[in-house]
Protein backbone atom coordinates (compact mmCIF):
# COMPACT_ATOMS: atom_id res chain seq x y z
CA UNK A 1 0.00 0.00 0.00
CA UNK A 2 1.01 3.57 -0.64
CA UNK A 3 0.20 6.48 1.45
CA UNK A 4 -0.47 9.70 0.48
CA UNK A 5 1.25 10.80 3.82
CA UNK A 6 3.77 8.65 6.56
CA UNK A 7 4.10 10.87 9.88
CA UNK A 8 6.94 10.21 11.89
CA UNK A 9 6.55 10.70 15.26
CA UNK A 10 3.34 10.43 16.85
CA UNK A 11 3.79 13.32 19.31
CA UNK A 12 1.76 16.76 19.72
CA UNK A 13 3.66 17.53 16.05
CA UNK A 14 3.16 14.59 14.47
CA UNK A 15 -0.86 14.40 15.50
CA UNK A 16 -1.40 18.33 14.23
CA UNK A 17 0.82 17.70 10.86
CA UNK A 18 -1.86 14.45 10.26
CA UNK A 19 -5.16 16.23 11.28
CA UNK A 20 -4.18 19.06 9.41
CA UNK A 21 -3.37 17.24 6.17
CA UNK A 22 -7.03 15.19 6.72
CA UNK A 23 -8.74 18.63 6.74
CA UNK A 24 -7.17 19.67 3.63
CA UNK A 25 -8.04 16.32 1.73
CA UNK A 26 -5.66 13.47 2.23
CA UNK A 27 -7.20 10.09 3.38
CA UNK A 28 -4.30 7.62 3.46
CA UNK A 29 -2.51 8.96 6.32
CA UNK A 30 -0.23 7.05 8.84
CA UNK A 31 1.07 7.68 11.92
CA UNK A 32 4.37 5.83 13.00
CA UNK A 33 5.45 6.04 16.80
CA UNK A 34 8.32 4.46 18.62
CA UNK A 35 6.46 4.65 22.29
CA UNK A 36 3.11 2.24 23.33
CA UNK A 37 0.92 5.50 22.49
CA UNK A 38 0.91 8.42 21.16
CA UNK A 39 1.54 11.80 22.89
CA UNK A 40 5.03 11.85 22.97
CA UNK A 41 6.63 14.18 25.82
CA UNK A 42 3.32 15.13 26.49
CA UNK A 43 2.56 12.29 28.33
CA UNK A 44 4.49 12.98 30.91
CA UNK A 45 4.01 16.48 31.40
CA UNK A 46 1.79 16.44 34.26
CA UNK A 47 2.13 20.14 35.18
CA UNK A 48 -0.54 22.65 33.60
CA UNK A 49 0.43 25.14 31.35
CA UNK A 50 -0.22 24.06 27.79
CA UNK A 51 -3.33 24.87 25.23
CA UNK A 52 -3.43 28.99 26.42
CA UNK A 53 -2.74 30.10 23.18
CA UNK A 54 -4.17 27.09 20.92
CA UNK A 55 -7.16 26.14 23.20
CA UNK A 56 -7.26 29.50 25.35
CA UNK A 57 -7.38 27.47 28.18
CA UNK A 58 -4.74 25.93 31.01
CA UNK A 59 -4.58 22.06 30.48
CA UNK A 60 -1.69 19.68 32.03
CA UNK A 61 0.06 17.92 28.99
CA UNK A 62 -1.68 14.85 29.10
CA UNK A 63 -5.07 16.58 28.23
CA UNK A 64 -3.43 18.84 25.62
CA UNK A 65 -2.44 15.61 23.62
CA UNK A 66 -5.26 13.93 24.34
CA UNK A 67 -7.66 16.64 22.78
CA UNK A 68 -6.03 15.57 19.16
CA UNK A 69 -5.81 11.97 20.12
CA UNK A 70 -9.73 12.34 20.41
CA UNK A 71 -9.98 13.89 16.86
CA UNK A 72 -8.59 11.06 15.27
CA UNK A 73 -11.35 9.44 15.97
CA UNK A 74 -13.54 8.79 12.99
CA UNK A 75 -11.14 10.11 10.50
CA UNK A 76 -8.96 7.43 8.11
CA UNK A 77 -6.16 8.42 9.98
CA UNK A 78 -4.12 5.43 10.56
CA UNK A 79 -1.16 4.75 13.46
CA UNK A 80 0.96 2.40 14.29
CA UNK A 81 2.36 2.72 17.93
CA UNK A 82 5.42 0.32 19.46
CA UNK A 83 7.14 1.22 16.02
CA UNK A 84 10.91 1.94 15.14
CA UNK A 85 11.31 3.84 11.92
CA UNK A 86 15.28 2.65 11.02
CA UNK A 87 15.23 4.78 7.57
CA UNK A 88 13.99 7.44 5.71
CA UNK A 89 14.98 7.71 1.82
CA UNK A 90 14.63 10.34 -0.85
CA UNK A 91 12.06 8.53 -2.94
CA UNK A 92 10.04 8.73 0.04
CA UNK A 93 10.17 4.91 1.86
CA UNK A 94 9.81 4.48 5.05
CA UNK A 95 11.79 1.35 6.59
CA UNK A 96 10.08 0.47 10.16
CA UNK A 97 10.20 -2.30 12.59
CA UNK A 98 7.36 -3.60 14.97
CA UNK A 99 6.83 -6.63 17.42
CA UNK A 100 3.92 -7.84 15.53
CA UNK A 101 4.40 -7.13 11.27
CA UNK A 102 8.37 -7.25 11.81
CA UNK A 103 10.32 -5.52 9.19
CA UNK A 104 8.40 -3.20 6.98
CA UNK A 105 9.26 -0.79 4.06
CA UNK A 106 6.64 1.23 3.73
CA UNK A 107 6.05 3.71 0.83
CA UNK A 108 4.17 7.55 0.70
CA UNK A 109 3.95 10.53 -1.50
CA UNK A 110 4.59 12.74 1.28
CA UNK A 111 6.29 12.18 4.65
CA UNK A 112 6.33 14.63 7.25
CA UNK A 113 9.27 14.26 10.52
CA UNK A 114 8.38 15.12 13.33
CA UNK A 115 10.62 13.13 15.69
CA UNK A 116 10.67 15.87 18.37
CA UNK A 117 14.21 16.21 20.34
CA UNK A 118 16.28 14.55 22.66
CA UNK A 119 18.64 15.83 26.20
CA UNK A 120 21.82 16.23 26.08
CA UNK A 121 23.70 14.32 29.12
CA UNK A 122 26.70 14.08 31.21
CA UNK A 123 29.18 13.48 28.49
CA UNK A 124 28.03 15.93 25.94
CA UNK A 125 29.75 18.92 28.89
CA UNK A 126 31.93 16.53 30.43
CA UNK A 127 31.00 17.41 34.07
CA UNK A 128 34.50 16.29 36.26
CA UNK A 129 34.38 14.16 38.69
CA UNK A 130 33.29 10.01 39.82
CA UNK A 131 30.91 8.28 38.10
CA UNK A 132 27.84 7.40 40.71
CA UNK A 133 24.53 7.06 40.09
CA UNK A 134 21.96 9.09 40.66
CA UNK A 135 23.10 11.97 37.79
CA UNK A 136 19.70 11.73 35.44
CA UNK A 137 18.78 14.48 32.83
CA UNK A 138 15.63 16.17 33.82
CA UNK A 139 13.11 14.61 31.38
CA UNK A 140 14.63 10.88 32.54
CA UNK A 141 13.68 11.96 36.12
CA UNK A 142 10.29 13.49 34.84
CA UNK A 143 9.53 10.35 33.81
CA UNK A 144 10.48 8.29 36.24
CA UNK A 145 8.36 10.21 39.07
CA UNK A 146 5.46 10.94 36.79
CA UNK A 147 4.93 7.66 34.98
CA UNK A 148 6.74 4.76 36.40
CA UNK A 149 6.13 6.17 40.17
CA UNK A 150 10.11 6.03 41.14
CA UNK A 151 11.70 8.90 43.17
CA UNK A 152 15.04 10.01 42.19
CA UNK A 153 16.37 11.08 44.78
CA UNK A 154 15.75 13.16 48.24
CA UNK A 155 18.28 16.58 48.17
CA UNK A 156 18.79 17.52 44.79
CA UNK A 157 21.05 20.01 42.55
CA UNK A 158 20.01 20.76 39.16
CA UNK A 159 22.41 21.96 36.93
CA UNK A 160 21.10 24.09 33.57
CA UNK A 161 18.21 26.49 33.84
CA UNK A 162 15.88 24.90 31.04
CA UNK A 163 12.05 24.51 31.13
CA UNK A 164 12.23 20.96 32.29
CA UNK A 165 14.97 21.54 34.33
CA UNK A 166 13.10 24.55 36.42
CA UNK A 167 9.68 22.25 36.22
CA UNK A 168 11.41 19.79 38.08
CA UNK A 169 12.84 21.87 40.78
CA UNK A 170 9.03 22.65 41.46
CA UNK A 171 7.79 18.47 41.15
CA UNK A 172 10.78 17.15 43.15
CA UNK A 173 10.33 19.87 46.01
CA UNK A 174 5.86 19.01 45.94
CA UNK A 175 7.08 15.33 46.07
CA UNK A 176 9.04 16.01 49.48
CA UNK A 177 12.81 16.26 48.15
CA UNK A 178 15.02 19.34 48.88
CA UNK A 179 15.84 21.08 45.91
CA UNK A 180 19.25 22.90 47.18
CA UNK A 181 19.98 24.64 44.17
CA UNK A 182 19.60 25.35 40.24
CA UNK A 183 22.88 26.31 38.77
CA UNK A 184 23.23 28.14 35.40
CA UNK A 185 26.14 28.78 33.15
CA UNK A 186 25.24 31.78 31.25
CA UNK A 187 24.09 35.36 33.21
CA UNK A 188 20.47 34.74 32.14
CA UNK A 189 18.27 31.97 32.21
CA UNK A 190 17.65 29.77 30.02
CA UNK A 191 13.87 29.21 30.44
CA UNK A 192 10.72 31.28 30.51
CA UNK A 193 10.14 33.69 32.53
CA UNK A 194 6.99 32.34 33.75
CA UNK A 195 8.98 29.42 35.36
CA UNK A 196 11.45 30.82 36.64
CA UNK A 197 8.77 32.43 39.11
CA UNK A 198 6.62 29.25 39.33
CA UNK A 199 9.12 26.94 39.98
CA UNK A 200 11.93 28.61 41.56
CA UNK A 201 10.69 31.69 43.34
CA UNK A 202 7.63 30.43 44.73
CA UNK A 203 9.60 27.74 45.85
CA UNK A 204 12.52 29.82 47.67
CA UNK A 205 15.08 27.83 45.50
CA UNK A 206 18.16 29.89 44.86
CA UNK A 207 18.94 30.29 41.01
CA UNK A 208 23.05 30.55 40.72
CA UNK A 209 23.77 32.23 37.22
CA UNK A 210 26.89 32.55 35.77
CA UNK A 211 28.01 29.30 37.60
CA UNK A 212 28.69 25.90 37.03
CA UNK A 213 29.00 22.28 38.56
CA UNK A 214 33.23 21.57 38.25
CA UNK A 215 33.15 18.42 40.99
CA UNK A 216 30.72 15.40 41.30
CA UNK A 217 31.09 12.99 44.50
CA UNK A 218 30.01 10.06 45.48
CA UNK A 219 31.07 5.86 44.80
CA UNK A 220 27.96 4.13 44.49
CA UNK A 221 25.57 7.13 45.06
CA UNK A 222 25.84 10.76 44.40
CA UNK A 223 27.59 12.40 47.79
CA UNK A 224 27.85 15.73 47.12
CA UNK A 225 28.80 18.43 43.87
CA UNK A 226 31.03 21.85 44.12
CA UNK A 227 29.77 24.68 41.76
CA UNK A 228 31.98 27.65 41.31
CA UNK A 229 31.43 31.13 39.38
CA UNK A 230 32.23 31.48 36.29
CA UNK A 231 33.85 34.24 34.50
CA UNK A 232 33.38 35.87 31.02
CA UNK A 233 34.97 33.01 29.24
CA UNK A 234 32.47 30.10 31.27
CA UNK A 235 35.84 29.18 33.11
CA UNK A 236 35.31 28.63 36.76
CA UNK A 237 37.36 30.79 38.98
CA UNK A 238 39.08 29.80 41.92
CA UNK A 239 37.98 30.52 45.44
CA UNK A 240 34.24 30.57 44.29
CA UNK A 241 33.66 27.06 45.31
CA UNK A 242 30.45 26.44 47.49
CA UNK A 243 29.75 22.66 48.44
CA UNK A 244 26.52 20.97 48.31
CA UNK A 245 25.70 17.67 50.31
CA UNK A 246 23.42 15.55 47.88
CA UNK A 247 22.61 12.62 46.19
CA UNK A 248 21.33 13.44 42.74
CA UNK A 249 22.27 15.88 40.19
CA UNK A 250 19.49 16.52 37.37
CA UNK A 251 21.17 17.94 33.83
CA UNK A 252 18.77 20.49 31.85
CA UNK A 253 21.70 21.77 29.58
CA UNK A 254 19.78 21.93 26.44
CA UNK A 255 17.93 19.83 23.69
CA UNK A 256 18.77 18.33 20.66
CA UNK A 257 16.80 18.12 17.75
CA UNK A 258 15.91 14.42 17.04
CA UNK A 259 17.80 13.97 12.87
CA UNK A 260 19.61 11.33 12.83
CA UNK A 261 17.02 9.79 10.15
CA UNK A 262 17.05 13.14 8.04
CA UNK A 263 20.94 13.14 7.85
CA UNK A 264 20.52 9.57 6.58
CA UNK A 265 18.04 10.47 3.72
CA UNK A 266 20.72 13.34 3.01
CA UNK A 267 18.07 16.21 4.11
CA UNK A 268 20.26 19.46 4.53
CA UNK A 269 20.42 19.91 8.70
CA UNK A 270 21.47 23.40 9.90
CA UNK A 271 25.25 22.33 11.37
CA UNK A 272 24.27 25.33 14.24
CA UNK A 273 21.62 23.98 15.64
CA UNK A 274 21.12 20.37 14.35
CA UNK A 275 17.50 21.29 13.22
CA UNK A 276 16.33 20.42 9.57
CA UNK A 277 16.71 23.60 7.32
CA UNK A 278 13.20 23.99 5.88
CA UNK A 279 11.31 26.75 3.22
CA UNK A 280 8.40 28.97 4.90
CA UNK A 281 5.95 26.21 4.38
CA UNK A 282 8.40 23.29 6.48
CA UNK A 283 8.93 21.59 3.24
CA UNK A 284 12.93 20.21 3.64
CA UNK A 285 15.58 20.18 1.27
CA UNK A 286 14.00 17.52 -0.60
CA UNK A 287 10.76 18.38 -2.38
CA UNK A 288 7.39 15.79 -0.55
CA UNK A 289 9.49 15.60 2.84
CA UNK A 290 8.33 17.98 5.02
CA UNK A 291 9.10 18.53 8.99
CA UNK A 292 7.76 20.29 12.24
CA UNK A 293 8.09 20.76 16.05
CA UNK A 294 11.29 20.08 17.17
CA UNK A 295 13.51 18.35 14.73
CA UNK A 296 13.14 21.95 13.44
CA UNK A 297 14.16 24.11 16.33
CA UNK A 298 13.22 23.20 20.04
CA UNK A 299 10.21 25.59 20.88
CA UNK A 300 8.97 27.15 24.28
CA UNK A 301 5.28 26.23 23.89
CA UNK A 302 3.63 23.01 22.48
CA UNK A 303 0.73 25.92 21.41
CA UNK A 304 3.53 27.05 18.60
CA UNK A 305 4.63 23.38 17.73
CA UNK A 306 0.93 23.15 17.25
CA UNK A 307 0.35 25.99 14.65
CA UNK A 308 4.34 24.86 12.76
CA UNK A 309 2.78 21.28 12.05
CA UNK A 310 -0.72 22.01 11.45
CA UNK A 311 1.52 24.30 8.57
CA UNK A 312 3.36 21.05 7.60
CA UNK A 313 0.49 19.20 7.43
CA UNK A 314 -1.88 21.74 5.17
CA UNK A 315 2.11 21.74 2.63
CA UNK A 316 1.92 18.17 2.43
CA UNK A 317 -1.50 17.80 1.40
CA UNK A 318 -0.52 20.61 -1.30
CA UNK A 319 2.47 19.19 -2.33
CA UNK A 320 0.22 15.45 -3.03
CA UNK A 321 -2.55 17.56 -4.73
CA UNK A 322 -0.64 19.96 -6.79
CA UNK A 323 3.07 18.76 -6.75
CA UNK A 324 6.34 21.01 -5.62
CA UNK A 325 6.31 24.95 -5.57
CA UNK A 326 8.79 26.36 -7.90
CA UNK A 327 12.26 26.69 -6.01
CA UNK A 328 13.47 29.74 -8.56
CA UNK A 329 14.00 33.16 -7.00
CA UNK A 330 13.86 32.28 -3.20
CA UNK A 331 13.85 34.75 -0.43
CA UNK A 332 17.00 33.80 1.67
CA UNK A 333 16.77 34.45 5.33
CA UNK A 334 19.62 35.28 6.95
CA UNK A 335 20.48 36.37 10.75
CA UNK A 336 21.79 39.76 11.80
CA UNK A 337 23.16 41.15 14.88
CA UNK A 338 22.51 39.65 18.27
CA UNK A 339 20.18 36.86 16.07
CA UNK A 340 21.12 33.25 17.14
CA UNK A 341 19.48 31.22 14.48
CA UNK A 342 16.75 31.89 11.89
CA UNK A 343 13.44 29.46 10.84
CA UNK A 344 13.02 29.38 8.00
CA UNK A 345 15.84 29.94 5.45
CA UNK A 346 13.74 30.19 2.61
CA UNK A 347 10.66 31.68 1.41
CA UNK A 348 9.13 30.65 -1.86
CA UNK A 349 8.41 34.01 -3.92
CA UNK A 350 4.68 32.79 -4.34
CA UNK A 351 4.02 32.32 -0.62
CA UNK A 352 1.18 33.75 0.75
CA UNK A 353 2.68 34.77 3.90
CA UNK A 354 5.65 33.79 5.97
CA UNK A 355 6.17 33.45 9.93
CA UNK A 356 10.07 33.76 10.93
CA UNK A 357 11.07 32.21 14.41
CA UNK A 358 14.36 33.32 16.05
CA UNK A 359 15.79 33.65 19.33
CA UNK A 360 18.27 36.34 20.50
CA UNK A 361 21.68 35.78 21.81
CA UNK A 362 21.71 38.04 24.94
CA UNK A 363 18.92 39.69 27.23
CA UNK A 364 17.55 43.31 25.27
CA UNK A 365 15.27 45.67 27.35
CA UNK A 366 13.13 48.08 24.96
CA UNK A 367 14.51 46.99 21.58
CA UNK A 368 13.16 46.85 17.86
CA UNK A 369 13.43 44.12 15.15
CA UNK A 370 14.07 45.48 11.54
CA UNK A 371 14.06 43.26 8.89
CA UNK A 372 16.20 44.50 5.92
CA UNK A 373 15.92 43.56 2.16
CA UNK A 374 19.30 45.75 1.20
CA UNK A 375 19.50 48.69 2.26
CA UNK A 376 15.22 49.17 2.74
CA UNK A 377 13.45 48.45 5.94
CA UNK A 378 10.60 45.62 4.99
CA UNK A 379 9.07 45.72 8.42
CA UNK A 380 10.10 47.11 11.79
CA UNK A 381 8.41 46.12 15.25
CA UNK A 382 9.51 46.90 19.00
CA UNK A 383 9.48 44.77 21.66
CA UNK A 384 9.22 45.57 25.92
CA UNK A 385 11.74 42.45 26.42
CA UNK A 386 13.85 39.86 24.54
CA UNK A 387 15.74 37.04 26.38
CA UNK A 388 17.39 33.91 25.01
CA UNK A 389 14.99 31.17 26.39
CA UNK A 390 12.13 32.86 24.71
CA UNK A 391 10.86 32.63 21.19
CA UNK A 392 10.56 35.18 19.20
CA UNK A 393 8.38 35.45 15.92
CA UNK A 394 7.82 37.91 13.09
CA UNK A 395 5.18 37.59 10.79
CA UNK A 396 5.81 38.66 6.74
CA UNK A 397 2.21 39.00 5.01
CA UNK A 398 1.97 38.70 1.21
CA UNK A 399 2.41 42.60 0.86
CA UNK A 400 5.51 42.68 2.77
CA UNK A 401 6.78 39.82 0.46
CA UNK A 402 5.69 41.74 -2.70
CA UNK A 403 7.72 44.41 -1.58
CA UNK A 404 11.07 42.48 -1.09
CA UNK A 405 13.01 42.85 -4.56
CA UNK A 406 16.32 41.30 -3.55
CA UNK A 407 16.78 37.56 -3.12
CA UNK A 408 17.98 37.74 0.50
CA UNK A 409 16.41 39.61 4.07
CA UNK A 410 18.25 40.03 7.03
CA UNK A 411 16.42 39.73 10.46
CA UNK A 412 18.44 41.94 13.36
CA UNK A 413 17.97 43.36 16.58
CA UNK A 414 19.03 46.13 18.55
CA UNK A 415 17.88 48.06 21.82
CA UNK A 416 16.67 51.23 21.96
CA UNK A 417 16.14 54.28 23.96
CA UNK A 418 12.62 54.96 25.68
Same mark, same amino acid.
Given at each position: MTYELIVVGGGPAGLAAALAAYEKGLEKILIIERDKELGGILNQCIHN?????????????????????????????????????????????????NPEKGYQILKAKSIVLAMGCRERTRGAISIPGTRPAGVLTAGAAQRYVNIEGHMVGKRVVILGSGDIGLIMARRMTLEGAKVLACVELMPYSGGLQRNIVQCLNDFDIPLYLSH??????? /????? %????? #?????????????????????????????????????????????????????METSEEGIFASGNVVHVHDLVDFVTGESQKAGRAAA /????? %????? #???ITVKEGSDVGFIVPLMIHREAMDAEIYFRVRRIFETSKITVIDGDKIVAQLKRAHMAPGEMERVKLPRRLLDAIMGDEITVSVEEVEE
Open positions: GFGLHYFKEELTGPEYAGRFIKMLEGTSIESMCDTMVLDVTKNKEVHCITITDIRG /EDRVE %GVTIA #KVGPDRKPIKGTEIDFDCDTVLLSVGLIPENELTRTAGIDVDVRTNGVVVWEN /EYVKL %GSRSR #KHA
